[in-house]
Structures are given as C-alpha cells and as structure tokens.
C-alpha cells in the first residue's frame, strides 16, 4: 500500500471503529517511514471530527463514537512512544484531568503525550476528575500547571467549580491553571479565571512553557 492509500484507509476504518484494522494500518504506516504526525492529523483526528459530524447529524450514535473512540485510542498507544520520546529534559510538572461528569479522554491523553515529548513530567488524573481529587494531587505532587479539559458544554462550568475549591484551599497562588477542550475557548477560560488556554495540544505544550517561564522570572 502507498502512504495516501494507508492514510485513506485509516480514516474510514476509525470512522467504522475497526481497531483491528486501525492498528494494523498504523504499524504498516510506520513501517512504511510515515511520521505519527501524518498519521494522527492527517487520518486520525480528521476522522473522529467526522464521527463528531455524524453524531449531530443524527446519522452516528454513542455506539458508534465509542468504536471509533476505541479505534482511535488503540492507535496513538502505538503512537504514543514516537511521539513522546524526545530526550528532552524535565521542564516542568504537569497535573492533567477530564473534569468530573465528563469521561471523554482522547484529547487529554495526546495533551499529554506532546507534553511529555517536550519534558513535561505528567500526572494523569483520569477522567471524570472531582475538585478534591485535583486538590488532593496538587498537595502531594505540587506541580508547575494544574490542567483540565472538559469537552461538553455541560461539563465545562467545572473548570469555574475547580478554581474555586482550589482558592478556597488556598493553593491558586501557587499552580498555573490551564483549561482546554472542544468547546472551550479563550473567552471562557478569561471567564472562569484560568491563566491558560489552547486550541490544542501542541499550543498546550507552547503555552504551559510560556507560562511557567513567565512565573519563574517574578
Ligand atoms: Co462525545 N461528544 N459524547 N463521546 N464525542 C463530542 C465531544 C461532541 C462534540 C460530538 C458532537 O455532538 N459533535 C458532543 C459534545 C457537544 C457539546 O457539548 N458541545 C459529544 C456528546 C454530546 C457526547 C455525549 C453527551 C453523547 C450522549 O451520551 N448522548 C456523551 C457524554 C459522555 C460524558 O462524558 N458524560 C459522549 C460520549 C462519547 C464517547 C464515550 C462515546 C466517546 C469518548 C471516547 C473517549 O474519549 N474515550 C465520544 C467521542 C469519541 C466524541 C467525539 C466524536 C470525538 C472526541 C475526540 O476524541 N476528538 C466528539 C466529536 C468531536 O470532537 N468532534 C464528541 C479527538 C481529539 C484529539 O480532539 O477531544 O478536541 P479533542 O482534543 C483536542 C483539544 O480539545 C485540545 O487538545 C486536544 C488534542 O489536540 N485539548 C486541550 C483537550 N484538552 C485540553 C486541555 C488543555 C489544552 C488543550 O489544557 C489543559
């Protein structure tokens, strides 16, 4: 198979959710010298926005999203060292969650491996992340950047709900807070009171190192 016939092919089958086929054609991709960046955003991505399409047209339901969610997971695990394995040095820590209510985390696990392929120590709460818990591992790991996503309307009045706890436990001043997720934008983020926002993850990692050598220079 050409590269443009294996990037095809892995946009229908993850829009189908065939993780078999998925993950066959990934390890084909890479052995054929395609870069995980062209997989991801130019196969991957692409096709669950599809799947997304669908889904508000009526045409998709949660079954469907959720095999092609399994789809898509199975292969950036395959992806996930390549793109992580930098060598770079530890720049900072990084305590990530989905926000509680919510348990998408495609998104907020490729947050996390670009931010581990910068150097970025990574604490990965999960999904469906409650305030205390975000409390609880700010205590224990103190890290450089609190960051949580949240990808339905409905879930993202938690970010305001989370930096309020976090004030009141008298920890705002000492994490970087940034948000992020599909529906989230800047203005929100300057709404519930975030230090940080990004569209996605590579301007995640752009801003969470911008922001920490801004704190560091006070
Ligand atoms: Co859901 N879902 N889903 N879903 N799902 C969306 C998000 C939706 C947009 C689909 C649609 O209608 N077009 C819609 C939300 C609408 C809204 O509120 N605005 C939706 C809905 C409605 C729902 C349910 C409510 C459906 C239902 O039950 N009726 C339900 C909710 C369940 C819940 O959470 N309580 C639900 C369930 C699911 C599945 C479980 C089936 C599955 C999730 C599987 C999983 O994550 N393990 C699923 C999926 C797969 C999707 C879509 C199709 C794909 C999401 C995805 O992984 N995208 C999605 C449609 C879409 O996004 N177009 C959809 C790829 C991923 C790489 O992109 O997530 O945007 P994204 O992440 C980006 C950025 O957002 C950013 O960087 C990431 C990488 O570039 N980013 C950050 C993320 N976190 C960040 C943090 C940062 C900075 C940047 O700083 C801290």
């Given at each position: 198979m050409t590269p443009d016939e294996i990037l095809t092919e892995l946009y229908e089958r993850t829009m189908e959710g065939n993780a078999p086929r998925v993950l066959e054609l990934t390890k084909m991709g890479l052995e054929l010298d395609m870069t995980p960046d062209s997989i991801l955003f130019?196969?991957?991505?692409?096709?669950?926005?599809?799947?997304?399409?669908r889904f508000e047209r009526g045409d998709y339901f949660v079954p469907e999203m959720l095999i092609a969610g399994r789809a898509m997971s199975g292969a950036l695990d395959v992806l996930r060292p390549l793109l992580a394995d930098?060598?770079?040095?530890?720049?900072?820590?990084?305590?990530?969650?989905?926000?509680?209510?919510?348990v998408h985390d495609i998104g907020k696990n490729l947050v996390n491996i670009m931010l581990e392929g910068a150097g970025f120590q990574v604490i990965d709460l999960g999904v469906q992340t409650p305030p205390e818990k975000f409390i609880d591992a700010i205590k224990e790991h103190q890290p450089d950047v609190v960051g949580m996503s949240a990808f339905l309307t409905t879930t993202m009045p938690m970010f305001k709900v989370n930096i309020h706890e976090i004030t009141k436990a008298g920890m705002r001043d000492d994490v970087i807070i940034m948000v992020g997720g599909a529906p989230v934008t800047q203005e929100y983020a300057d709404v519930v009171g975030a230090d940080g926002y990004a569209a996605d993850a590579s301007t995640a990692v752009r801003k969470a190192k911008e922001l920490i050598a801004i704190k560091r220079a006070k």
């Open positions: 130019e196969a991957l991505i692409p096709s669950l926005e599809e799947v997304g399409a930098t060598g770079a040095e530890t720049v900072g820590t990084f305590l990530m969650g989905t926000v509680k209510g919510d």
